[in-house]
């Protein structure tokens, strides 16, 4: 089993900026990646970023150039550094880890995100 706990949601005026962070415990494997998805109110779940163990990363093309995903191997964690953000980014964010020799994959309790004036 792999435990999320994700932090640094909130409210943020438009051009604003936001970290979150998402801390991974339990059974962790390599290789593996870690990542942000974003759901809106009405809308499916969506891709923001993903890194994995090697630090490859991958966006969401309405987030490149504002978004920024890193991760710190010896303490598990993934982190979310967001930059100018808009009204669009508004949705909860949620923590996603998996194994990548594996099919199971692992989702935090997901993180508030407001952008607005």
């Known amino acids: 089993q792999v435990q999320l706990a994700e932090s640094g949601g909130g409210l943020v005026q438009p051009g604003g900026s936001l970290r979150l962070s998402c801390a991974a415990s339990?059974?962790?494997?390599?290789?593996?990646?870690m990542g942000w998805y974003r759901q809106a109110p009405g809308k499916q779940r969506e891709l923001v970023a993903t890194?994995?163990?090697?630090?490859?990363?991958n966006y969401a093309d309405s987030v490149k150039g504002r978004f920024t995903i890193s991760r710190d191997n010896a303490k598990n964690t993934v982190y979310l550094q967001m930059n100018s953000l808009k009204p669009d980014d508004t949705a909860v964010y949620y923590c996603?880890?998996?194994?990548?020799?594996?099919?199971?994959?692992?989702w935090g309790q997901g993180t508030q995100v407001t952008v607005s004036s």
């Open positions: 890194i994995t163990s090697d630090s490859s990363t």
């Open positions: 996603n880890y998996v194994y990548l020799l594996a099919t199971r994959d692992y």
């Open positions: 339990g059974r962790i494997f390599s290789p593996n990646a």
